[in-house]
T-cell receptor, first 115, second 110 residues
Framework: DSGVTQTPKHLITATGQRVTLRCSPR?????VYWYQQSLDQGLQFLIQ???????AKGNILERFSAQQFPDLHSELNLSSLELGDSALYFC??????????????FGEGSRLTVL | AQRVTQPEKLLSVFKGAPVELKCNYS??????LFWYVQYSRQRLQLLLR??SRESIKGFTADLNKGETSFHLKKPFAQEEDSAMYYC????????????FGTGTRLKVLA
């Protein structure tokens, strides 16, 4: 499957812990986006990377960080977890050529539950 | 600041009735606007974008810069249209953010 893949699909952890969510973009896509979806909150934009560099930042908490590696996969690190961090975390990728951002291709998401 | 507003969380219509899902945006430049759809047990996927001005699955959306709106319309709803719909705005220059509204769940009743 050459689509966007996210691991793990489900993760249950305790408050105060740290987790890493992983995303592999579509083959050839240089841009990776991370979103958080909490109940009734829609998709909250967290951060975007383009070819290894941070390009845009949204409402990402200081306890969260991300990076994109030379092979273009990306990781979202969530630390000092709180109950309110429980959410579905989506990764999306796009080819983003030229001035148009274009279509985002989404992964299935990683569901994080903080107990 | 960039913002996308979808005022309706849930919209229920009968099969064959017209559908309009509202989307208003706030952005000072020239945005790209999109509608994404998520069917049950499927990934979020692009439905249509304002640049292409096309009709997908009978849906159309017109960008109204004066009213800063990008409402999604379909003249005759089908049961298979039942899904979660998200309006999105992208800025390919300047901020490069790609933001979504809170979504509207469309239920088409038989």
């Amino acid at each position: 499957d050459s689509g966007v893949t996210q691991t793990p699909k489900h993760l249950i952890t305790a408050t105060g812990q740290r987790v890493t969510l992983r995303c592999s973009p579509r083959s050839g896509d240089l841009s990776v986006y991370w979103y958080q979806q909490s109940l009734d909150q829609g998709l909250q934009f967290l951060i975007q990377y383009y070819n290894g560099e941070e390009r845009a930042k949204g409402n990402i908490l200081e306890r969260f960080s991300a990076q994109q590696f030379p092979d273009l996969h990306s990781e979202l690190n969530l630390s000092s977890l709180e109950l309110g961090d429980s959410a579905l975390y989506f990764c999306a990728s796009s080819s983003q050529k030229g001035a148009n951002t274009g279509e985002l291709f989404f992964g299935e998401g990683s569901r994080l539950t903080v107990l | 600041a960039q913002r996308v507003t979808q005022p309706e969380k849930l919209l229920s219509v009968f099969k064959g009735a017209p559908v309009e899902l509202k989307c208003n945006y706030s952005y000072s430049g020239s945005p790209e606007l999109f509608w994404y759809v998520q069917y049950s047990r499927q990934r979020l996927q692009l439905l249509l974008r304002h640049i292409s001005r096309e009709s997908i699955k009978g849906f159309t959306a017109d960008l109204n810069k004066g009213e800063t709106s990008f409402h999604l319309k379909k003249p005759f709803a089908q049961e298979e249209d039942s899904a979660m719909y998200y309006c999105a705005l992208s800025s390919a220059s300047g901020t490069y953010k790609y933001i979504f509204g809170t979504g509207t769940r469309l239920k088409v009743l038989a």
